[in-house]
């Protein structure tokens, strides 16, 4: 027998084969079971879902010999003819290749002859929003007084283009996307039986697409790499960024190491030089980080690479796995606008590092934050080392400053503590000039209102609340170096 690609091989013939859409499934054999069949059914669901899947196991159902039964037998002539194509009384049209009117009354001309061998003349009309107006009315004659032999299967992407008169003559059954874990473990199955070596990083590069897709991809994968599938070979042939040196720079990041993140960048540039691929894959890794922090049950159980962005997740802050989020996805632009894309990926990547958050503000009361928050770094005494009172900041900042303008920051030990200074910094010496606009504002606020609440309930505990929006209206007119340098905002 010629080689059959994966989709076709196992595409399932019977609803006990199919994985998901259990919600659907059981209304059909329910209704098959029971008698109680409607005269037309509507499929809805993305690409690849199952929808023409479904629609021919049904078509089974109905026409198998054994009699109409939620269990097709598979072996008799109509349960074969429709499998591999051929069923005279099985119709099945794709809607975008004959959207005319006169292809819709050529097709339904026939409508009131009995079928030919089998129980119903059943129509499976693929992408059925794509028929013309005229062509939907010809169809609703039909499907308004249906001879009781004839049994409609609609299946379509788009079911908001369908005419509400259409609609509401079908039952619909709308089929879910089948989760990245299911399509893993349904792909491990497949491959396995197929003795297809492949390892986990392979399997979980097709997941986020359909089942269809991912057995397409591995088809062309196990080609590619000669009967194997290895996760480095999928890889270069998608042209996706190896995921795990990805990951490696969020850990570089936060370990506030620039130097490792420039080699990264520089081995990425040598073997796959897809600078925004490189930005999308952080930005997933980020966003898988942010789920681990939140609701770690939420999490994409599908790849391979849990644990460690678990154990990443613990090392960084939510407003660290937000921010770095924020700005590698608005960093896609920088990357475009940059002279050069890998310049524009280091600028997104050191931003992180130089703006991370300093510390977590924490409402007075939260006495018992979360565990994944970061904890405080030594602020509080520091500053209270640094004094407190009108002009003795600018002083005691003056001796360490590195930097052109004085701000009221005054803990130097932390390096959080330092890059937030740079930041203020930045955000007064140039105000307007940079397009990355949020993420300098974040962390303007950020560091300003930090600094206040700390000084604040250092001062005077009692006093803080009614103190706080005053502060910072203050510190957003006053990003001019003068208004810093009188700074007697935080008393
Ligand atoms: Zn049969």
């Known amino acids: 027998m010629s080689h059959q690609v994966l989709a076709r091989k196992w595409r399932p013939g019977t609803f006990s084969e199919m994985v998901g859409q259990q919600h659907v499934l059981q209304a059909l054999v329910n209704a098959l079971e029971t008698g109680r069949l409607h005269h037309a059914y509507l499929f809805t669901g993305t690409r690849g879902v199952g929808k023409t899947t ?151 590069l097709g997941a986020p697409s359909s089942m269809r897709d991912a057995l397409s991809l591995s088809d062309q994968a196990i080609a590619f790499g000669e009967g194997r599938l290895a996760g480095a070979e999928v890889r270069e042939m998608l042209g996706t960024v190896d995921r795990g040196q990805v990951l490696e720079i969020v850990a570089a990041i936060l370990e506030d190491d620039p130097a490792t993140v420039l080699s990264l960048v520089a081995h990425i540039a040598e073997h796959a030089p897809d600078f925004v691929s490189t930005l999308d894959e952080l930005a997933s890794i980020l966003h898988q980080m942010t789920i681990a922090q939140t609701v770690p049950d939420a999490l994409d159980t599908s790849w391979p690479d849990q644990a460690r962005i678990v154990e990443l997740a613990a090392r960084a802050t939510i407003d660290d796995t937000q921010l770095f989020w924020q700005m590698a996805t608005s960093g896609r632009r920088d990357v475009y606008l940059a002279s050069s894309a890998r310049a524009g990926l280091e600028m997104v990547l050191l931003r992180m590092i130089a703006f991370r958050p300093a510390v977590v503000i924490q409402p007075q009361a939260a006495a018992g934050d979360p565990p994944v928050k970061k904890p405080e770094p030594p602020a509080t005494p520091v500053v209270r080392e640094g004094g407190s009172e009108g002009a003795q900041p600018a002083a005691t900042i003056a001796p360490r400053n590195d930097q052109t303008v004085p701000t009221d920051q005054t803990v130097p030990s932390s390096p959080y503590r330092a890059s937030v200074s740079a930041t203020d910094e930045t955000a007064v010496e140039m105000p307007e000039s940079t397009p990355q606009s949020s993420p300098h504002s974040t962390s303007h606020t950020t560091s300003h209102t930090t600094s206040h609440t700390t000084s604040h309930s250092k001062d005077n505990p009692s006093a803080t609340g009614a103190g706080d929006p005053v502060s910072i209206d203050h510190s957003e007119d006053g990003a001019a170096p003068s208004a810093s340098e009188s700074d007697e905002r935080g008393v």
Do not use: W
Not at 61 to 78: I, Y
């Open 54 to 204: 479904v629609a021919r196991i049904l078509a089974k159902c109905l026409n198998c010999d054994t009699g109409v039964t939620s269990t097709p037998c598979g072996e008799c002539g109509a349960c074969l003819e429709i499998a591999e194509g051929r069923s005279v009384d099985l119709i099945e049209v794709d809607a975008a290749s004959k959207t005319k009117v006169e292809d819709t009354r050529e097709l339904l001309e026939n409508v009131q002859y009995t079928p030919t061998r089998a129980r119903y003349k059943i129509y499976l009309i693929d992408e059925v929003h794509m028929l013309s107006n005229h062509s939907f009315n010809a169809l609703l004659k039909t499907l308004e007084e249906p001879p009781p032999h004839a049994m409609f299967l609609l299946a379509t992407t788009d079911p908001q283009k369908l005419p509400a008169t259409v609609l509401s003559r079908c039952l619909q059954f709308n089929l879910k996307n089948m989760q990245p874990e299911q399509i893993v473990a349904h792909l491990t199955h497949i491959l396995s039986a197929e003795s297809v070596d492949a390892d986990a990083e392979a399997r979980a």
